[in-house]
């Protein structure tokens, strides 16, 4: 793509490729995809003047030394487009090759011409081309492609000629030898990474092992957390998710409700990570041994679930690492280390690692080496805490290794931060991505981010993971709006997000008291101390969450996102939307009434012609929620919501209603 | 750029650039400006942390060694700005660099700092970063590093020391010798044209020069278009643009309205180049000697204006080249050479060049000394024919070579083709290009394509150039509209674009007739015979297209195209725009009737905040068209245009209108 130069390319080069996609800038990050996935490519061919063009999707997994060709079909004003099926998890690279094809054109003005002079002087035109492509051809090809040009040569009548220049299967195998001496190939090859399912379809459950106790007052264990996994399983959950299991420091340890000083039961935060039991590779004793892991992944396994762990790369004071390797920590003029501090905010519990170290080769090796360990024992999904205080060179490194040895590994980024730098983030590799969601409640703000998330350029490699509340975050909305916000809350995130999570038991449990007023910090938070959850009592939403995801689980709609679009509804408390499979098969509708305190009533507008359905004939809507089935008919339908009885549906639409032409005697 | 890599990168380069504007495909076509611009260039910079960056804008004329560097200004969203001034034609490159500042993010949390032995502390760090920058810095300004630096060592009061650290002066002195060590540069060095005012701001003329002896039935010559030069300067025009002027070919020459067969007196079309007189490089001989045409060069100049070529590299059959370099052509095996053909239309008078030839190096090199051989005539302007129908690679190899040699030249491509192929033909080096604003007549249809073509992608290297007729399109707007018609296309062209141009006399005289119905080709076109034109005819548009220029040169708003925004008017065939310069300063609104049968009104809305105007008070309305005056208040005014007597207003805004407030007795 340099400069054309007299001496070193050649002039005749005459295709031209342009705007790839998917691209992420310009190929230098990977679009995102997963197994099975169509992957459609497009870009801009053309030449000058008149001439046909041929163009071929090249692609190939990582490390194949031979591109796959797939013949690319035009679209119209010069856009060109083919699919590859990606079948496994892995990195795959693709570009366009494009060249101007003699032949097509000359089967292009064959079929127009009509003078029989100028026809036969075609045909000894075409005849030459066809002699070439003999010569590349080989075998029983090359013989029929010889005698085809033979007789181009010899035929006289200008009808027959017409007849057996146009022939089409000489032509099919002429196509088979194009000369591509002059071929342009788009010179970045555009990398893909393919991920497994769970990539772009995940319920996740955040909990606190140390809560997980059946007695109160007791620390509780992995062996509890086996215990609760059926409870989690029947929620529907398919991902559960453990804030760090590490030994927790006891220098500095803060006490509950981050009160500075802790007391001597204090558990400390889960956090602050390291003491003289271990650090990253380490268990934190009262949660049990290694082998009590193993099982617990293994137990989780056979409830179709998978856990994840949190990565927080932080030491407490009296992480082992402090003293093995002091070069990874920044040292202050008075011989200490420099805790974490946001001036004059001081976080004396932690400190961050020094990545400008002169050892940052060792640092980095050893924090892969951490993903690695968890990786060894069987877990293939982390959540990485505050990646955006760390290098990005640092990630984009680490990830890649890490997804090297272990393709079907999994990465959600908690990085609640500046959009540039979540995006970076979700480029240089990770799989999912926090989103601003938890601060977006207004019908306007929710389609505004949805709309970008899912259409804007970020949709081909930031994958939203949707949370309605983290043990660091109590949204206003959720401290306010009552079991209604609850609902509404944990609705949006699942229909919303093929991915999405709750922190709970807290979520379930409608815990709703912040520490202090305006605060968005739990009161009592579990991040400093231990709770117990009354997880049978009455007022717990896990009927609705069970709903809700056999809803996503049953629906292939809801299990992505790039098909969510808003449809309109006269009321702005009321967001609707729809999303589809694939195929546009499965259609889910929701609505949902984002006022928590009053019944509101509107209009829905659908889109018939859009979704497929007969303008005519009524069609229903399945909440999948209430199990209600309601007959709509034509584009607008009433809809009204009840916050205290069911702030919203979430329709499964079903095209075709029963009639009488269904039966066989209408027939 | 690369994956992040142990051994070869150095893992501390912290700091991340994305997205620099302007950017064409990444950098690897230049954006275009004109001498003097303010090149103002943006990038999304940031890093991991809380750190502070510095990011700094590097800029160069190519073939410079050293950059120039600018500090850029954050803009909030990590989005970061900076702007160079580009003094003199030529090629620019520019990209951005970017570090982690210590000293900088040292100083932020300083001021923020409460705790006095935080402050001590902090005192110690930073007098250790100071110390280094004094190792970068030399003579005064290391002593006086080193002495701040031994000073915050020293000092103990935290109330003197917040002081002593956050100096204003010191600051600015360290802020010189940052430590780059660990700098990131955007990889992709971007390349800038600048081109001389003109490029951006030209009003063409095109003319038949054997159509302008001022005696009927004779051919006119250089020495007639020499004398017609002081009306079409008169008329505002300051490129007069001749379509080609080279010997015609006599072999299957065309006749009168394209006739197959010419007779002896027919002129032939001046497409068809090249006699036996000679060919691209040759004249007509009936048009003159190379002596007149150089007295037409400088004589234009003296009027204000530039001759500008018409290159059309195509031959016809009795080109000295096609016996000279038979093998720049494509030879049938009838042993005749292919001429042009679109089966089943040929165009037998039109050889092409074969630019797959053996020799596309001599040939290249020959087409391009075509233009040297003009350029050392003195002409600086080429308008080139059909170039979407030579290869792309020529055209970046050939305009490359020729801006390198003449910084000044500018190129006008004549494209009428499909979108993506005119946008590359822009990247490639064309200074301006033919647009469809031929066949965009509605409302809709001129909003949306001028929206695209001065907002959209295509902004930073596609330059409008606006005909509203050419030789070889006489539009039916025009054909059925009458004179409005013609003042109304004129108006769009000359105001929607800086760069516009008709083809005369057929346009000033209202020439509409048609060859035949249903078809844009002029009947008795200019093409194939010479035409005698009655230059004085009282239905002559010369006067107000004078008016037109003439606004065009007063008013800089008119020069450029960024500007340009759409204004609401509640009537489906009133347009209404406006245009301001870089300053705002001047501001131009232009309101036309686009029905030329009927008188048509309404209510034309302005954004007066964006304007600058005081919605108190009122403003001036001056039709620079009519001379009258209009006083309007407010956001909404009534505007009624009659097509017979005026389809247009363009209106200089005046901001202030002279009041009561306005005497020295009322202050």
């Excluded at 990398?191 to 809560?211: I, N």
């Excluded at 449990?509 to 009354?534: F, T, V």
């Excluded at 609505?591 to 019944?599: E, G, I």
């Excluded at 399945?622 to 979430?650: C, E, I, K, T, Y």
């Amino acid at each position: 793509m340099a400069d054309a130069d007299l001496q070193t390319n050649d002039g005749r080069m005459r295709a031209v490729i342009e705007r790839i996609t998917p691209s992420v800038d310009n190929g230098r990050f990977a679009a995102k995809r997963i197994v099975g996935d169509a992957v459609v490519v497009e870009a801009d061919c053309f030449t000058d003047g008149h001439d046909s063009l041929a163009c071929v999707l090249l692609w190939r997994r990582e490390g194949e030394a031979a591109w796959h060709e797939t013949p690319m079909a035009p679209l119209g004003n010069d856009r060109w487009s083919a699919s590859f099926v990606a079948q496994s998890v892995g990195r795959y690279q693709y570009t366009v090759t494009a060249w101007v094809d003699h032949f097509l054109s000359w089967r292009h003005d064959f079929a127009r011409r009509v003078d029989g002079e100028d026809l036969r002087i075609a045909a000894l035109v075409g005849a030459g081309l066809i002699e070439e492509a003999a010569q590349r051809a080989g075998g029983e090809d090359r013989t029929r492609l010889t005698s085809w040009a033979a007789r181009l040569r010899a035929v006289l009548d200008p009808q027959l000629l017409k007849t057996l220049g146009l022939d089409e299967e000489f032509a099919a195998v002429a196509k088979r030898y194009p000369d591509r001496r002059f071929a342009t190939t788009y010179p970045v090859e555009h990398p893909l990474v393919v991920d497994r399912a769970r990539a772009r379809f995940s319920s996740w459950y955040e909990m606190f092992p140390r809560s997980a106790a059946a007695e109160p007052g007791r620390h509780g264990s992995l062996r509890d957390c086996e215990a609760r996994l059926p409870g989690i399983a029947k929620m529907g959950f398919d991902v559960l998710y453990l804030p760090p299991i590490h030994p927790i420091g006891r220098i500095n340890r803060k006490g509950a409700n981050n009160a500075l000083a802790a007391g001597p039961a204090d558990p400390g935060s889960p956090w602050a990570i390291g003491a003289a039991e271990g650090g990253h590779k380490a268990l934190h004793p009262e949660l049990g041994t290694m082998d009590d892991f193993r099982r617990l992944v293994a137990s989780a396994k056979t409830h179709g679930m998978e856990i994840a762990l949190d990565i927080a790369f932080q030491c407490a004071p009296d992480h082992p690492y402090v003293k093995a390797h002091p070069q990874w920590f920044r040292w202050r003029p008075d011989g200490t280390v420099q805790y974490a501090e946001n001036p004059p905010k001081k976080y004396q519990d932690i400190y961050p690692f020094e990545f400008e170290s002169d050892d940052w080769r060792g640092l980095w090796q050893e924090l892969a080496d951490v993903f690695r360990f968890w990786a060894g024992e069987g877990v293939r999904i982390f959540r990485v805490d505050n990646p955006h205080t760390k290098p990005f060179p640092f990630w984009e490194w680490a990830l890649a290794e890490l997804k090297r040895e272990y393709p079907e590994a999994l990465f959600l980024a908690e990085a609640f931060t500046r959009p540039r730098v979540m995006h970076r983030l979700a480029k240089l590799g990770f799989t999912q991505s926090y989103t601003y969601f938890t601060w977006r409640n207004a019908k306007h703000e929710l389609i505004e981010y949805f709309t970008e998330l899912t259409q804007g350029p970020g949709r081909e490699y930031f994958r939203p993971n949707i949370w309605p509340n983290t043990p660091d975050i109590l949204t206003e909305y959720l401290q306010f709006g009552g079991r209604p916000a609850f609902v509404v809350r944990l609705v949006l995130a699942a229909t919303l997000g093929a991915n999405y999570g709750i922190y709970g038991p807290a979520y379930e449990l409608l815990e709703a008291e912040p520490r202090d007023p305006g605060s968005e910090e739990y009161l009592n938070s579990e991040k400093y101390q231990i709770r117990q959850w009354d997880l049978g009592a009455p007022h717990s939403l896990s009927d609705l969450i069970a709903r809700v995801n056999s809803a996503r689980r049953d629906n292939p709609a809801l299990q992505s996102d790039a098909s969510l679009r808003f449809l309109p509804v006269d009321n702005d408390s009321l967001l609707c939307y729809a999303k589809s499979d694939a195929e546009q098969e499965n259609l889910v509708v929701t609505v949902v009434n984002l006022d928590p305190h009053h019944v509101q009533s509107g209009w829905v507008e659908l889109d018939l012609a859009a979704l497929g359905i007969d303008a005519h004939m009524p069609y229903q809507m399945h909440d999948l929620l209430s199990g209600a089935r309601f007959l709509w008919s034509g584009p607008r339908n009433f809809v009204q919501l009840d916050p205290q009885r069911a702030p919203a549906h979430v329709f499964a639409l079903r095209r075709k209603v029963r009639t009488e032409r269904n039966f066989d005697y209408f027939l």
